[in-house]
Nanobody, 122 residues
Framework: EVQLVESGGGLVQAGESLKLSCAAS????????IGWFRQAPGKEREGVAC????????YYGDSVKGRFTISRDNAKNTVYLQMNSLKPEDTAVYYC???????????????WGQGTQVTVSS
């Protein structure tokens, strides 16, 4: 059974940092791309960042480029999202997702975690 468990969310002030983790189990982690998505109330789910399985190439949404960094540790079956210079508009539930093919579209992913809340106060 595929399981993805996010952690690391919380309440921070604007300008501060958070590091999210996505712990994976139940599949061959090395073979899967992992994406981070977020969804704010009343908005569609948005692609934040994703990382390929092979060479570890990374991709970012325009709103987070230069502030967020995605990385993976295949030995720990974990993907991280380092979020710096957080803004109130980054407030959302953050989800990780896994699929064999990398992409920034939520519909590309079949396997999802339960999400972790990130709230950035001004």
């Amino acid at each position: 059974e595929v399981q993805l468990v996010e952690s690391g969310g919380g309440l921070v002030q604007a300008g501060e940092s958070l590091k999210l983790s996505c712990a994976a189990s139940g599949f061959t982690f090395d073979d899967y791309a992992i994406g981070w998505f977020r969804q704010a109330p009343g908005k569609e789910r948005e692609g934040v960042a994703c990382i390929e399985s092979g060479d570890g190439s990374t991709y970012y949404g325009d709103s987070v480029k230069g502030r967020f960094t995605i990385s993976r540790d295949n030995a720990k079956n974990t993907v991280y999202l380092q979020m710096n210079s957080l803004k109130p508009e980054d407030t959302a539930v953050y989800y990780c997702a896994a699929d064999r093919l990398v992409g920034m579209a939520a519909q590309s992913y079949d396997n999802w975690g339960q999400g972790t809340q990130v709230t950035v106060s001004s």
